[in-house]
């Protein structure tokens, strides 16, 4: 992709006949939203920044579990976690700690929670705004 300042940048948009998600995943894959599924199921499995992994929507085997990680900011949170972590799942990642996460017990809509690692969450987003936004920001250089 030839940036806005005409860098080039490399994007990897993966075969969507390789798309696997992880087995807590699959499992609720019904109440992942339908525009999501699509998406790797029929685009791409993952779409992101070729040299860091982030900026983009994840490889389906790299979506991340939040519940099979260590959230050192839990303890540091200002108000009651909104999401549940046994069913969230980030989608999008930033590269630098940052996700774009869907807790499919409550995620009507395309609601998403904007999760970073040091960070107070901002909930009820909706997930392509604000993927469409942080790609657009790493698409311009």
């Known amino acids: 992709i030839l940036s806005s300042n005409k860098k080039v940048l490399y994007y990897e ?3 969507c006949n390789t798309t ?3 087995g807590k995943l699959q499992s609720k894959l ?10 790797y199921q029929e685009l791409h499995n993952g779409f992101f920044y070729y040299a ?3 900026m983009g929507l994840l490889e389906s085997n790299d979506i991340v579990v939040f519940d099979d990680e260590e959230w050192g900011i839990l303890d ?3 108000h009651p976690l909104k999401i549940y972590l046994p069913t969230t799942f980030g989608i999008f ?12 017990s409550d995620c009507d809509s ?4 904007l999760w970073f690692s040091n960070r107070q969450p901002k909930y009820d987003i909706n997930f392509w705004d604000i993927v469409d936004e942080w790609i ?3 698409m311009q250089g």
């Open 20 to 22: 696997h998600f992880p």
């Open 76 to 78: 540091d949170l200002k």
């Open 110 to 113: 395309c609601k998403a929670t």
């Open 93 to 104: 990642g930033s590269g630098m700690g940052g996700y774009v996460a869907v807790d499919l």
């Open 136 to 138: 657009v920001l790493g």
């Open 13 to 15: 948009g993966g075969n």
């Open 52 to 54: 860091s992994g982030g």
């Open 30 to 39: 019904d109440n992942l939203p339908n525009s999501i599924v699509r998406f």
